[in-house]
Structure formats: C-alpha cells, structure tokens
C-alpha cells in the first residue's frame, strides 16, 4: 500500500527485502523438491507408506492417509484427523515424497500427543483468522480519515494485523518439531540411507524455509504499519 501522501519508503525499506527473500525460497523448495523427486529411494517406499510407518512407530492410530491433487499440497487436517498428500507423494517412491509425507504424519502424530506449541496455535487460528479478514480495513479507514480518528481505527487494525503476525510465528516451531520428528524416524529405522537421507533432509529444510520468510514478512509488515502509525499521529 503506498501512503497517502506520496511515495512511502517504508515499503522499498520493510517490504520489498522480504518479497525477494520470499521468491528465492519459493524457488529453492521447488528446485530442490524436484531433485530429490527424481532419486528412487533404495528400500522402494512411497509417500504413503513412509506416513503410514511414522504413525505405526509412533503409536498413532486412526489417522487417514488421502491422495490430493495439486504440487506441495501435502498438509495434515487435525479436524478429520487425515494426512493428505499430494500426486507427487502419495504413490512416488522418491527420496523427496518419503521426507515429506514424514513430516505431514509428524504434524499427526504432535495431534496425537497434544503437542503443545500445536495446541498454542490452535488456539490462535481463530483470532488470526478474524485479525486477518478484518486489519486491513481498520488500516484503510485510518489512513483516509485524520486526526484522532485516523489513528485510532489505524491502531485498532494493526493489534488486528499482530494477530495474524502472532499466528505465522507459532507456526514456526510446530513446522520446525514436525521435520525433526520425521527425520529422526527416518534416520533410526533406517527408512532411507546416506545420501537419501541427505536429500530428504534438504527437502524438508528447504520448506522450512518458506515458513521462516513468511514469518519475517509478517513482522517487517507489522513494524511498517506501526512506524506509518507513529508519523501518522505526529
């Protein structure tokens, strides 16, 4: 959004660092999603049966495994309590589906065990949905009208924005505990060997990636609208 009253710097400043940022871990998890997609892994596991193993080792019952259609949609569902795996994973036997279905029957099995930053940002997802839906309005309005009025509904709209913001950094350690569960599967039983794991390691490092862009994003975002804030009640 650029300021009302001409150009704002604060978005080349804030902003524009973390859309490059973004774009290179796009890039990166896609490219080297593709990689490891190619390299068949020796013990001929597929995405669905790498998920199926981590929930069996980890005590985990009653967890559906679905096929999804779409690339890197792979995502757990704890209200159907179902792991659902994208085309490229379901029934691929590569080094990069059996990293990444590890890491969605991670997600499983934090449910499971009621893991407790999962539980935190459970309980965030509401309020971040709403701040979400409802921030940006709150800022637009402020920005058109002046005065107190301006910066109370531009006030209002950023503790709106920082609920979201609070949610993307929640998230961060569930995304983080999910790949060392699936890695720590995958290395003590031997699921995949050597470069294989290397591979499904990098695979998983790469997405975590994205979720750290994201979250520096978010932050960078809600220190703007406070910095625009500040000059707009000065």
């Known amino acids: ?10 978005y080349i400043v804030f902003i524009v660092p973390c859309i490059i940022i973004t774009l290179i871990c796009q890039i990166n998890v896609k490219s080297t999603f593709s990689k490891y997609s190619k390299i068949r892994n020796s013990r001929n596991m597929t995405g669905a049966q790498a998920a199926e193993y981590v929930l069996r080792h ?12 779409g690339s890197l949609s792979d995502h757990f569902d704890p209200r159907t309590n179902v792991i659902r795996l994208s085309d490229s994973v379901y029934n691929n036997a590569s080094v990069a589906a059996v990293g990444v279905a590890a890491h ?17 940002r459970g309980a965030i997802l509401p309020a971040a949905q709403v701040g979400s839906k409802l921030s940006w309005i709150f800022i637009i309005l402020g920005l058109c009208f002046t005065q107190r009025v301006g910066y109370t509904l531009l006030y209002i709209g950023i503790i709106l924005f920082s609920l979201s913001v609070l949610f ?8 983080f505990n999910a790949s060392k569960r699936a890695l ?4 003590s039983s031997d699921l995949l060997f050597g470069e294989e794991y290397k591979g499904a390691k990098r695979t998983l490092q790469a997405a975590a990636m994205t979720y750290v862009a994201s ?3 978010a ?5 703007r609208l406070v910095l625009i804030a500040g000059r707009r009640k000065n």
């Open 168 to 175: 993307t950094i929640a998230t961060l350690p569930v995304e």
């Open 184 to 187: 720590e599967c995958i290395r």
């Open 58 to 69: 980890n005590g985990v019952t009653g967890v559906r495994i679905e096929r999804v259609s």
């Open 104 to 120: 969605e029957a991670g997600h499983a099995v934090q449910h499971a065990q009621n893991y407790l930053p999962n539980k935190i």
């Open 219 to 223: 932050i960078m975002q809600l220190l």
């Open 1 to 10: 959004m650029m300021y009302f009253y001409g150009f704002d710097w604060t």
């Open 215 to 217: 979250a520096l994003t």
